[in-house]
């Protein structure tokens, strides 16, 4: 299996990440409350984003099978830290449409794909500074997590 995205430590709790198909890059930062400067999405931050955006994206691939168009969205992403161990406890994502006129069942389709897209495995989900500070050590070796 070939890899997609680089990733570089920069210092200061930031790293770099660059899509290699497109050469997109990204970067990330620590946030305040967490000995960073936050000036960029921290790691959870872009998790949070990623669900989202994993959400609507299959949501539009099933309109596009469904033969109908995805209305145009946004949404409102809140993302929930848990203090010990810090990581992500929970994410909200309250999405909206334009107006539209979907049926019921293409409603309820786009909804099931948005709930099963939503049911992740959080078991495997990012420690932060906490599983260093205790030092637990995390050796990822390359593992898939």
């Known amino acids: 299996m070939s890899h997609s995205i680089k990733n570089n430590y920069v210092g200061n ?3 770099s990440s660059t899509h290699l198909q497109s050469g997109d890059t990204i970067i990330t930062d620590a946030p305040t409350d ?35 168009q995805m209305p145009n969205s946004s949404a409102k992403v809140t993302k929930v830290m848990s203090a010990e161990p810090r990581k992500i406890s929970e994410i909200i994502v309250e999405l909206s449409f334009e107006d539209n006129e979907l049926t019921d069942l293409q409603k309820r389709k786009l909804t099931e794909v948005a709930e099963n897209v939503a049911k992740v495995d959080y078991n495997c989900l990012l420690y932060t500074s906490d599983a260093a500070d205790e030092g637990l050590g995390v050796d990822l070796g390359g593992r898939r997590i």
């Open 13 to 15: 709790l930031r790293t």
């Open 34 to 68: 967490n000995n960073g400067k936050g000036e960029a999405f921290s790691p959870t931050d872009l998790v949070s984003s990623a669900l989202c955006s994993c959400m609507t994206t299959v949501m539009g691939i099933c309109a596009a099978k469904g033969n109908f």
